[in-house]
């Protein structure tokens, strides 16, 4: 069974930084893309950002361009978030999942962790 387990999540003030990590395990974590969304109260969840399998390719949402990395170590079954420059409207759970193809499309990646708390005080 595949879980995918993250952690790092926490409360910090704008300006911050923060590094999420996602454990992978139960399926051969390097043939997989990886990908992390986000979700706000009352809002839908929306894609962050996405990791190709090798990791040659990286694709981000408009609104963390250039103050968010992905970032995966294939040995350690672990993909990564280092989040820069945290503003207010980056508070959400976000939520790392699996793909077997590397996409920005929620309904494409076959499973999701539980999610952390990312809260981000103005």
């Known amino acids: 069974q595949v879980q995918l387990v993250e952690s790092g999540g926490g409360l910090v003030q704008a300006g911050d930084s923060l590094t999420l990590s996602c454990v992978a395990s139960?399926?051969?974590?390097?043939?997989?893309?990886m990908g992390w969304f986000r979700q706000a109260p009352g809002k839908e969840r929306e894609f962050v950002t996405a990791i190709s399998w090798d990791p040659l390719q990286t694709y981000y949402a408009d609104s963390v361009k250039g103050r968010f990395t992905i970032s995966r170590h294939n040995v350690k079954n672990t993909v990564y978030l280092q989040m820069n420059s945290l503003k207010p409207d980056d508070t959400a759970v976000y939520y790392c999942?699996?793909?077997?193809?590397?996409?920005?499309?929620?309904?494409?990646?076959?499973?999701w962790g539980q999610g952390t708390q990312v809260t981000v005080s103005s």
């Open positions: 139960g399926r051969p974590f390097a043939g997989y893309a």
């Open positions: 999942a699996t793909s077997p193809k590397f996409t920005a499309v929620a309904t494409l990646y076959d499973y």
